[in-house]
């Protein structure tokens, strides 16, 4: 079986939200615009330092399927569309997968121009 490698260019993008509502807008809108293929949705809890305190709250974690090649794109959309003065952005290359799948992420974000 043949299998994807880092070079291959695929990654997973982290971002999270306040509310379920927000996190699914945000996903509509990703999808909308070809950034990526794929995002899920999942409810968790942060904990983290802020103004000098350490806040914990329950957020909403996607989980986005992208080309890399897409990362800083994707980032700009993220911070445009985000109420939050930081969002998380986090890019993870994806080093190994199912060649049908990171294929299908290929294909489906593929019609942009770069």
């Known amino acids: 079986m043949q299998v994807y490698r880092m070079d ?3 990654s997973i993008i982290l971002t999270t939200t ?3 509502a927000q996190a699914e807008a945000l996903a ?16 968790t809890k942060s904990f983290y330092s802020w103004h000098e305190k350490i806040e914990r709250s329950e957020e909403y974690l996607l989980l986005i399927k992208t080309r890399t090649i897409l ?6 959309f993220i911070r445009q ?5 930081i969002p998380e952005i986090v890019q993870i290359p994806i080093s190994d997968g199912s ?6 992420i290929s294909a489906v974000t593929d019609d942009l121009s770069l």
Not at 28 to 43: D, F, G, M, N, V
Not at 71 to 76: C, Q, Y
């Open 71 to 76: 990362g800083s794109k994707l980032s700009e």
């Open 99 to 104: 060649p049908e799948y990171l294929s299908w």
């Open 28 to 43: 509509e809108k990703i999808l909308e615009q070809k950034l990526a293929a794929c995002i899920q949705i999942q409810k």
């Open 8 to 10: 291959d260019g695929h």
């Open 81 to 85: 569309n985000h109420d939050y003065q």
């Open 18 to 20: 306040r509310r379920r």
